[in-house]
Structures are given as structure tokens and as C-alpha cells.
């Protein structure tokens, strides 16, 4: 909902507008990981990273496969990669024959950039 929204809400429901300093505060667009995925069958292949991003800084390289994830199948991973940010996943990962578990913690966008 949108600050002018709330606001027309409140002013709707005989509240005072003097309430709306209240709701000044930024808001937090979706987390970001830095990755573009594709998704094949069982697994998701990274396609590319962004260098300064939380996939990248997790480890996570080009051509890496993730057969799992913390939050179920993988055709819900694209859309939990959207979630806020702070949100934290273990992803299963196969690299050649090597398979490892990484941590990654999506971040505001712009955090990453100088």
C-alpha cells in the first residue's frame, strides 16, 4: 500500500492526519542476490553473476547447478530471490563432480555498490 493510500485511508476513517509522520519512513524495495538463474528440469543453472553481489561474495560461480534449496522445490526459487532483504537461504550446489552447501543472504540492492 502507498503512503498516499494509507494517508487517504486514515483521512477516510476520521482520523487526524496529524498521525501520518508515522508512516515517513523509506521503504525497502526487494532483497537482491546478484544472480540470473535458468531453470532446467531438477536443477538451476547460474547463468551470470553480478561480481559485487551476495551470490558472487557467497562463492557461487557461473555454471554452478543448484540442485536444492532451504525453501523447497526450485521453481519457487526465482521468487524467494525477490524476497526482502536479510533473508537468508541454503542452497545445494554441484560444480563438476564437487557438491558443497552455501549460505546466501539477499541485501538491498545498491549495498554492494561503491
Known amino acids: 500500500m502507498s503512503r498516499r493510500a ?6 477516510a476513517a476520521g482520523l487526524a492526519l496529524a498521525a501520518a509522520p508515522a508512516f515517513a519512513q523509506e521503504v525497502v524495495g526487494p532483497g537482491w542476490a ?5 531453470l532446467a528440469g531438477e536443477t538451476a543453472g547460474i547463468t551470470a553473476l553480478d561480481p559485487l553481489g551476495p551470490a558472487a561474495r557467497a562463492g557461487l560461480r557461473p555454471g554452478d547447478l543448484i540442485t536444492g534449496w532451504s525453501g ?12 526482502p532483504p536479510g533473508e537468508r537461504f541454503e542452497l545445494s550446489i554441484r560444480r563438476g563432480e564437487a557438491s558443497r552447501t552455501v549460505r546466501l543472504v539477499l541485501e ?3 549495498s554492494a555498490r561503491p
Open 6 to 11: 494509507a494517508l487517504g485511508g486514515l483521512g
Open 34 to 38: 546478484g544472480v540470473i538463474l535458468t
Open 72 to 83: 523447497g522445490g526450485l521453481a519457487g526459487l526465482p521468487a524467494a530471490l525477490a524476497g
Open 108 to 110: 538491498e540492492r545498491d
